[in-house]
Nanobody, 123 residues
């Protein structure tokens, strides 16, 4: 099973930026589409963004369009989520995820989750 590890979360003021990273130590990410999801306290987990295995296709939730950018560096075996103009409502635990044998977006049935990284947007 693909094991994913997120990093890069933290506390940031409204309007600030963070870059999240998703890595896999024992698997090659380039064979998978990777999605970012988030879960805020008391809310259901929601999809934020997705990138195809080649990086040629990306998609975003309406709530983050124009502010977040997903990218990948298959040479570094990593996927990134650049988050700009952060808002308090972006506060959540962010997870990266993959679906077995899926190379295109969206992720439909998650088969691998990371442990999550906390993002808190507050003044």
């Amino acid at each position: 099973q693909l094991q994913l590890v997120e990093s890069g979360g933290g506390l940031v003021q409204p309007g600030g930026s963070l870059r999240l990273s998703c890595a896999a130590s024992e698997f090659t990410l380039k064979y998978y589409a990777i999605g970012w999801f988030r879960q805020a306290p008391g809310k259901e987990r929601e999809g934020v963004s997705c990138i195809s295995s080649s990086g040629g296709t990306t998609n975003y939730a309406d709530s983050v369009k124009g502010r977040f950018t997903i990218s990948r560096d298959n040479g570094k075996n990593a996927v990134y989520l650049q988050m700009n103009s952060l808002k308090p409502e972006d506060t959540a635990v962010y997870y990266c995820a993959a679906e077995s044998r899926r190379i295109s977006c969206p992720i439909r049935i998650v088969t691998s989750w990371g442990q999550g990284t906390q993002v808190t947007v507050s003044s």
